[in-house]
């Protein structure tokens, strides 16, 4: 038996007791086919283990087979996980394992030392057309159709494992399968990601990494013979993999905490503290280009009738209304944010003239001209606004804010002046 396999199914086994602790935790869709891709390099393990301990046989080919199958199911599934799908999972994850029989007949074979090309090439062939049929058949991406360039690859990846069978030997073919589907686990992590983090380029790379080790280690095996590496050498990209997707899921994580903690939950406009950010840093900005800036504070008048009336669940839906309509109103580069309750407040930066804070304001008035339907009623909904400006009302951000405000509250109704 190979006892230098045992701590890497220890340290694997510790691995898939995190990401399952993990899956508790958030539930995606995607950490779950990264379970059971973590499931699948602990069986190969288990596979090896037994493997080196029987020497040859029946059961020795069987248990090497499985170690062979795994590994190709394991890229399998995190080539699926990077797809984004918002469907079921385990209904995809059947459908690709399905997909994926013919390759894992192929590696079977060539585990029994089956050397017929009538066997092999057959394989290929239904390899690549079950490979098209569940990507063209738009079983990936929220069911849209790939581009061409992707079928074509898999086009490509099949017909190089058809030469190297017909012209090189079965056990390069092999390498060359786990190679590109290890490659496109690659491709589809960072593919997959929202966007290219720290986390992510370091799991994309160790996954290239983990790709590249099947060639190298061949390679190295046949110009080298006698230079011998130990395992763990071969066996650190995968656990760089896993590292990277515990520090994926960690930025994933502070991400969310840090825009939970500067936007409202009910609009998903910024709130007080981010607008306090950004009005800082609108000002340093017009201080250094001479330029204006204005300030709009607004409240809606009769927003306690609204509540009272049609209930607190028909105030929300009206505050998300007003916050996408003033979101219509003003410029890419312009703040809006909900300061709390029904008041609001937009930073305009980066003003050539006095002109165009009458200009947006105008906007922003005309935001309140058209009713809000609620529950089948529609509701006129008006607002309080109250302006000041850099450099004529002041130059201290919580002074130009307290001019607004104050403009805002003298121009109130008297009944909302509670």
């Known amino acids: 038996m190979n006892y230098s396999l045992i701590p890497d199914f220890l340290a694997m086994g510790g691995l898939v007791l995190v990401f399952a602790s993990l899956l508790r935790r958030t539930h995606q869709t995607r950490l779950r086919y990264w379970v059971v891709g973590w499931l699948m390099i602990l069986v190969h393990i288990i596979a090896q283990l037994v493997s080196s301990g029987l020497g040859e046989g029946r059961i020795a080919d069987a248990a090497s087979a499985i170690s062979l199958s795994m590994l190709l199911l394991t890229s399998v599934t995190f080539i699926w996980a990077g797809n984004n799908m918002q469907h079921a999972w385990r209904r995809d994850l059947l459908l690709t394992l399905l997909a994926t029989v013919p390759d894992l007949a192929f590696f079977a074979c060539a585990a029994y030392d089956l050397e017929s090309t009538a066997i092999y090439l057959p394989l290929t062939l239904l390899g690549m057309l079950s490979t098209l049929w569940l990507f063209r058949g738009g079983r990936c991406e929220a069911e849209r159709a790939p581009p061409w360039w992707r079928l074509f690859s898999i ?60 060639p190298v280690a061949d390679a190295l095996a046949t110009v080298w013979p006698q230079v011998h590496f130990d395992n763990e050498v071969w066996n650190l990209p995968k656990f760089l993999v896993a590292t990277g997707m515990i520090f994926t899921l960690l930025e994933e994580q502070m991400g969310q905490a840090e825009h939970a903690a500067l936007h409202d939950p009910l609009t998903g406009l910024p709130n007080r503290r981010m607008f306090v950010r950004r009005f800082d840093a609108a000002l340093l900005r017009a201080r250094e280009q001479s330029c204006r800036i204005a300030v709009f504070v607004l409240d809606l008048n009769g927003f306690k009738q609204v509540n009272d009336l049609f209930g607190h669940a028909a105030g929300d839906a009206l505050l998300q209304a007003v916050a996408k309509r003033l979101q219509k109103s003003i410029r890419s580069n312009d703040t809006l ?57 002041g130059e201290n951000a919580l002074h130009l804010y307290a001019i607004a405000d104050h403009a805002m509250y003298v121009n109130k109704p008297v009944s909302d002046k509670v």
């Open 337 to 393: 944010a909900r300061m709390g309750g029904d008041e609001f407040a937009v930073i305009l930066p980066d003003l050539a003239s006095t002109g165009m804070i009458d200009q947006l304001s105008k906007k922003l008035v005309g935001a309140f001209s058209e009713a809000i339907a609620l529950d089948g009623h529609h509701v006129d909904i008006e607002a309080s606004i109250g302006m000041a400006s850099y450099p004529d009302d």
């Open 155 to 214: 086009f490509v990846a099949y017909a190089v494992q058809a030469l190297l069978v017909l012209h090189a030997s079965v056990e390069m073919a092999l390498i060359w399968m786990l190679f590109s589907h290890y490659l496109a686990a690659a491709y589809f992590f960072y593919r997959g990601a929202p966007s290219a983090t720290v986390g992510v380029i370091f799991t994309t790379l160790s996954f290239a990494a983990w790709a590249g080790v099947f």
